[in-house]
């Protein structure tokens, strides 16, 4: 039997019941097994939030138990590495690894997240994200690929390579999930969930771009975002689900809400007066699979029933389930098999460990990097709240920072820490290494709460001025400052963490929290070098530490092995060849500052902040130099042609980037939008011609009727090392 008919004939078998049951998605963990296994028994069509033997007893009740024993499918978010699980591999988090620039490397990730999804039984991984983070205020930035449609697309579509594999059906791959389906990150003073006030032109433009790569990948799932455009909840968004995503851009996997959204278009967003006007939206707009409101099952029947609901939409999404289903060949093998001792096994460990190194982005250094084994160095200081602190180095979505109900809570091994890092890095050169906390990143009343620190801050600069001994009142920053007094070189962690991001968790003020900015200050008073570690979960507003400290290096979120490798960047054994994925303001009212806004001419700058951001897309610095030369382009192929070299005297990798600017067109664009990079590993001297082939993306634009056309004429096209003029060589051609 053909799987058409396969499937065609399933659904004629169903009742109405059956269909509702089919489209429902049921939370384990929030509703508990026993409640669970009847939705199992009633032909559910899919779970959450379950590992292990609990994914055996539901399936199971699903294919014995339910009249036409139809398997249930199982979903999880493992957006880092199956970071849910405590043994599992624990990867940096998107952010962090978008700053390789390696589609390779995060289409690796993916397949050893998947495979270890897989070993707990599961079949569906709700990742990767492909929102687009262009203001750093919105909690969620460090689920991201940063801020720029392409390199997110081109990521994503790796992740979603690396997830399912060629294969839905092999032991172990899993479904990916293209969420959130549309414009989420993009939401009105970066508010989580909130309504997003873009045209669809605007959301043609942009953010669709990295979901129409997931399609092009092949990616079996999306999943539409909490938010609204312009007044319309996506959940209920016909144009965005319907029309776009499936008539236009021929999507034929399943549509999942997000957590109870059905719910949400009566209780928060309020476009609809009950739970039945809301079922009835959700199936209409084109939502296949509803997670978490339960209460879709005897409303959709209602609605039916009462003939306010063709019943044909609900045979289309059930048609989108279990042809999905019928790929994963789930009535053959209704548990993931995985690899078995794949969970946190050796070569994923050491794929964390390469996806660290490979992160890690140098922005500033005034010569102190790497540190050498001289004489001069005898002691380091490793100051800061988040030199040992495993949780903010992890950030968000892991077994302790993000617990599901009963899981364990607290970090288990392996992992390095930075000071843990340093202290390896050093051992046996005689150098002592010592530490102080220094600060808290954020004490417990100040988050979300009150802002009162700032007369802590204020205090402490006071005491700054005033000399030395009054800082004794501060113990932690008086040990940090007796500490750095006394050292050759200070190491300083700083930076966020995971209690300031994530969902419902977006920040007014981009600015260190706590008492770090004093910490700063008061520690560059000893003229002791500093080099500064940013360990967050997002770019924050540090123009002040900068200047202050003789290097910089960003971390991010580096996972396990976060801290171990930024201790070999400091120490020059690794090459730092990570670029920003996404800018950096120097105050939280210069946002937004991701780099190709459209252009006026107004000078485009506040009265009291610098025009320019404090780091921008693109940047990282490296130990050895790079140069630029014979840029060309091939007009039929759409092919650039650049030659690179590596001019200093380490080796090193360099990440080639490409950008477009349509001279001239009908509607504005930016002056320059990244269309291409390639990373290129170069000997000292050595030198290499890169060629990239341009998508036809890359020249089109979106016209106000929501026609995307290329508009023939004179283009810019710059090559080089970051998206800043100075770094960017042009010429321009016709097309
Ligand atoms: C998040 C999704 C996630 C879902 C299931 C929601 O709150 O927005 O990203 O996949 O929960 O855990």
């Not at 492909?130 to 750093?136: E, G, K, M, T, Y």
């Not at 039945?276 to 099952?297: L, P, Q, V, W």
């Not at 050759?488 to 600015?511: H, S």
Request: proline content about 4%.
């Amino acid at each position: 039997m053909s799987d058409k008919s396969f499937i065609d004939n399933l659904i004629s078998q169903m009742t109405l019941e059956e269909k509702a049951a089919q489209m429902v998605q049921i939370p384990v963990s929030a509703v508990g097994m026993e409640e669970s296994l009847k939705w199992a028994e009633m032909g559910a069509g899919s779970f959450l939030n379950v590992f292990g033997d609990d994914i055996k007893e539901l399936q199971k009740a699903a294919m014995e138990k339910s009249r036409l024993k139809i398997p249930a499918i199982f979903g999880t978010d493992a957006v880092r590495g199956h970071a849910e699980n405590k043994d599992a591999t624990i990867f940096p988090s998107s952010l962090t690894m978008a700053a390789t620039w390696d589609r390779d490397l995060l289409r690796q990730v993916a397949a050893a997240t998947a495979a270890e999804v897989a070993t707990d039984g599961l079949h569906w991984d709700f990742a990767p994200l492909f929102c687009l983070a262009r203001d750093p205020r919105w909690g969620r930035t460090g689920e991201t690929f940063g801020e720029d449609k392409y390199l997110a697309g081109e990521l994503g579509a790796a992740q979603v390579r690396g997830y399912q594999g060629d294969d839905l059906s092999a032991d172990d791959t899993v479904l990916a999930c293209a969420k959130h389906y549309i414009a989420y990150g993009e939401a009105t003073g970066a508010r989580d969930s909130y309504d997003t006030e873009v045209t669809f032109r605007k959301i043609r433009d942009e953010f669709l771009s990295p979901f129409r790569k997931a399609i092009e990948a092949g990616c079996g799932s999306f999943m539409t975002a909490y938010g609204s455009i312009d007044g319309t909840p996506l959940t209920a968004n016909k144009k965005a689900l319907r029309d776009i995503l499936r008539d236009e851009l021929g999507f034929d996997g399943i549509v999942v809400t997000d957590w109870d959204t059905v719910n949400y278009l009566v209780v928060r967003q309020k476009v609809c007066k009950d739970i039945n006007e809301a079922s009835r939206a959700a199936a209409s707009a084109g939502n296949d699979i509803i997670m978490c409101t339960s209460a879709f099952y005897d409303a959709v029947i209602e609605e039916v029933r009462e003939g306010r609901l063709e019943e044909k939409i609900l045979d289309d999404a059930v048609r989108h389930i279990l042809s999905v289903k019928l790929k994963m060949k789930l009535w053959d093998k209704p548990i993931k098999k995985g690899i078995p001792g794949s969970i946190g096994c050796k070569a994923h460990l050491e794929l964390a460990k390469k996806a660290a190194e490979n992160s890690v982005i140098m922005l500033k250094n005034d010569g102190v990097l790497p540190i050498s084994f001289n004489k001069k160095i005898r002691k380091i200081a490793v100051i800061g709240p988040n030199a040992n602190d495993i949780r903010a180095q992890y950030g968000d979505w892991t077994y302790f920072t993000h617990p599901l109900p009963g899981v364990k809570k607290e970090p288990a091994r392996p992992y390095v820490t930075l000071l843990e890092g340093v202290r390896a890095q050093t051992e046996g050169s005689g150098i002592k290494v010592e530490y102080a906390y220094g600060c808290a990143v954020n004490r417990p009343d100040y988050h979300r709460e009150t802002k009162d620190i700032g007369a802590f801050i204020d205090m402490c600069y006071e005491i700054n001025e005033h000399g030395t001994d009054n800082y004794k009142q501060m113990p932690f920053i008086n040990e940090a400052a007796s500490l750095a007094r006394e050292s050759d070189l200070v190491i300083l962690a700083l930076g966020d963490n995971y209690t300031q991001a994530g969902e419902y968790t977006d920040r007014a003020d981009l600015d260190l929290s706590g008492m770090q900015e004093a910490l700063v200050r008061i520690i560059s008073g000893f003229k002791v070098p500093i080099i500064t570690v940013l360990i967050a979960t997002k770019p924050l507003a540090i123009p002040d530490v900068v200047k202050r400290s003789d290097a910089v290096v960003c971390a991010f979120n580096g996972g396990m092995f976060g801290g171990e490798a930024v201790a070999e960047v400091l120490f020059g054994k690794k090459n730092p060849e990570g670029r920003l994925p996404i800018s950096f303001p120097v105050m939280t009212g210069q946002v937004p500052v991701y780099y190709n806004q459209l252009p006026g001419w107004h000078e485009g700058r506040y009265v009291d902040c610098p025009k320019e951001p404090l780091f921008v897309f693109g940047e990282g610095l490296s130990y050895t130099w790079y140069e630029y030369s014979g840029l060309k382009f091939d007009a039929g192929t759409k092919t650039v042609t650049v030659t690179v070299a590596n001019t200093g005297d380490m080796k090193g990798t360099e990440t080639v980037q490409i950008y477009i600017n349509d001279k001239v067109s009908s509607i504005m664009t930016a002056d320059k939008n990244l269309a291409g990079f390639e990373k290129v590993e170069l000997e000292p001297g050595e030198s290499r011609e890169v060629s990239i082939r341009l998508d036809d993306e890359a020249f089109e634009v979106t016209l106000p009727d929501e026609t995307r056309v290329i508009e023939h004429g004179e283009f810019d096209i710059m090559a080089g090392h970051s998206s800043r003029d100075e770094d960017l060589i042009k010429i321009t051609v016709v097309l």
